[in-house]
């Protein structure tokens, strides 16, 4: 008997800038993502003034899906993939961020791209912003620090509404948008909102204005996506780290309610249209100047989201200090600790795939729409064989650790879950390291960190057994019916 819903949306997850490459070709201007050089394991990477001779950015050629993404597709549909997330790279659409009219070519990239898609019958999920804003906004206008980019933003969306009305049903807003919840964090306020902290300036303050911006930006593009096709579904995305108070001691769970409340403020607004009543008076409080005005309070009521979207690959934890103040405010850069009863992967992401169901759970209670995971995976260091086989049981071990919770939450528990597409599809250019080496696909790229590499595609063993959990539609997650070729 099939537990899942028939028509439930299997599939995998990418964004443009980490796998598409091609960064100055058809007309692309230079995003967020072109100025970030690549890191080692346990270091962030740099961000430059521009692009700067000498230097190495992986984005520039990515997996090079640009030109590759026919044959990609392909191995997609191989898998039986029934919706495929990837991005549209806003600097395709508008090269500089701040012209009036989009750029044909990169129009005409996407519809080739889900034209090819739509051929094998794999629905697009689009992400409208993913860690790839122009440049030039950044240079202009100081990102999302500037209310005007909330009108570039919302160009940029009305223009590929308007040209895949009829090829994608599936939109994300922003992507990861409570990432920068951890404001200290360069990467973080740099990759969500272009905003680089000057010293002296309060990070907080910079963090929640940005992000009102976003959120407003965010709910103009509901209103305008539902008016040019009332069909599409347009949600939020998080991410969703939960974070569990690290004991039982009353001041632990308080800790951790502020720091879910913190995270998660931004599909708070996103899914009910309005600032929850805590953060209102934070922000008074801490007399952090925000401008926010009584129309952005009436438009966010009006552009709530249809679903809400959300990576998960781990848990948080944390504990209270002996001096909070009454606010128990959270800095997530100081503020986790370790859990020790879960594991960690190379990265040091806390493995915790009942997290997984907790948080289905978690969002069922607090929003009631429909959830979608659009990202869960594993990154980890992959060894192709002579054979050109890749032997990656972690990665089916994680994935299926995780499927059995997803099930659990739907079966059991009754939650709504649209689809699930697991990050990657592809081996992509990590987010947070630059690097090829942190792998995360179902297919295996030839490409090291230094840029060397054929390019090939190899499928790894993850592949044919994601194929075979796809054909049964989650109800045999064994490997023994996967077949190799
Ligand atoms: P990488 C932080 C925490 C959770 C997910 O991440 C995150 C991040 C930012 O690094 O990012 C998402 O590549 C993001 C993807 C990213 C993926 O998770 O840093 O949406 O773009 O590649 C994995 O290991």
Same mark, same amino acid.
């Given at each position: 008997?099939t $537990? ?11 964004? %443009? ?7 100055n070709v058809?007309?692309?201007? #230079? ?20 692009? @700067? &001779?000498g =230097?190495?950015?992986p +984005?520039? &050629? ?7 993404f ?11 993939? *029934? ?8 600097s ?7 012209e009036?009219?989009?750029?044909e070519e ?9 034209? $090819?898609c ?5 629905e697009?999920?689009?992400? #409208? ?8 906004l950044?240079?202009e ?7 005007k ?17 009829? *090829?994608v ?6 992507? &990861?948008?409570n990432? @920068?919840?951890?404001?200290?964090? /360069?990467?973080? #306020?740099?990759?969500?909102?272009g905003?680089?902290v *000057?010293?002296?300036?309060? %990070? ?9 911006? &976003? ?13 040019? +096709? ?10 969703f ?14 800790? !951790?309610?502020r ?14 249209? =309005?600032y ?13 100047n ?7 309070l %009436? ?6 989201v ?9 848990s948080f ?6 001096? /909070? ?8 850069? /100081? ?18 795939p $009942? ?7 978690w ?31 972690y ?7 995780h499927?059995?919770?997803? *099930? #659990? ?21 990590? !987010? ?5 080496s ?9 490409r +090291? ?6 390019? %090939? ?15 049964? +539609? ?12």
């Amino acid at each position: 008997m099939t $537990e899942l819903p028939k028509n439930f949306l299997w599939g995998g997850a990418v964004a %443009a800038h980490q796998v598409e490459g091609a960064y100055n070709v058809g007309g692309k201007g #230079l995003s967020v993502a072109d100025v970030m050089t690549a890191a080692g394991s346990h270091d962030e990477r740099r961000i430059t003034d521009g692009v @700067q &001779e000498g =230097e190495f950015y992986p +984005n520039h &050629e990515a997996v090079d899906f640009y030109h590759q993404f026919p044959e990609d597709v392909k191995l997609f549909a191989e898998m039986g993939f *029934k919706s495929f997330r990837t991005s549209i790279a806003w600097s395709r659409i508008f090269p500089q961020g701040d012209e009036t009219e989009p750029n044909e070519e990169g129009l005409a990239f996407y519809d080739r791209l889900f034209d $090819e898609c739509l051929k094998y019958n794999i629905e697009p999920v689009v992400t #409208l912003s993913h860690f790839e804003m122009p440049y030039h906004l950044v240079t202009e206008y100081g990102g999302f620090r500037s209310r005007k980019t909330i009108t570039f933003f919302t160009r940029f969306a009305e223009a590929v509404f308007n040209r895949y009305k009829d *090829k994608v049903k599936y939109w994300l807003t922003f992507n &990861e948008i409570n990432n @920068q919840s951890n404001y200290n964090r /360069e990467f973080t #306020l740099f990759t969500n909102s272009g905003i680089q902290v *000057k010293p002296g300036e309060n %990070a907080e303050a910079v963090m929640y204005q940005a992000g009102h911006y &976003e959120v407003v930006a965010s709910a103009r593009a509901v209103q305008i996506g539902h008016k040019i +096709n009332p069909d599409f579904q347009i949600g939020a995305m998080v991410a969703f780290s939960p974070v569990y108070p690290a004991t039982d001691k009353p001041a632990d769970v308080l800790k !951790a309610q502020r720091a879910m409340q913190a995270r998660f403020w931004f599909s708070d607004v996103q899914v009910e249209g =309005e600032y929850p009543s805590w953060l209102t008076r934070y922000q008074k409080a801490k007399q952090f100047n925000l401008d926010i005005t009584p129309e952005d309070l %009436a438009e966010l009521k009006k552009g709530t989201v249809d679903y809400l979207g959300f990576s998960y690959y781990m848990s948080f934890a944390t504990a209270a200090s002996d001096h /909070e103040d009454k606010y128990y405010s959270y800095n997530e850069s /100081e503020d986790l600790v370790t859990n020790t009863y879960v594991p960690r992967s190379d990265w040091g992401w806390q493995v915790d795939p $009942e997290g997984l169901r907790y948080g289905l759970n978690w969002m069922n209670d607090r929003y009631h729409v429909p959830v979608f995971i659009v990202e869960n995976g594993i990154g980890a260091i992959d060894k192709l064989e002579a054979d050109h086989q890749v032997h990656d049981q972690y990665r089916i071990k994680y994935l299926r650790d995780h499927i059995e919770q997803m *099930k #659990l939450a739907i079966v059991e528990d009754g939650v709504d879950v649209m689809g699930y597409t697991p990050w990657s599809a592809i081996d992509i250019v990590s !987010a947070s390291t630059g690097q090829l080496s942190k792998r995360y696909g179902f297919i295996y790229v030839d490409r +090291n960190d230094d840029g060397s590499g054929s390019l %090939a595609r190899y499928r790894k063993d993850s592949f044919y057994w994601y194929q075979h959990v796809i054909e049964t +539609n989650g109800d045999d997650l064994s490997e023994s019916g996967a077949k190799h070729a």
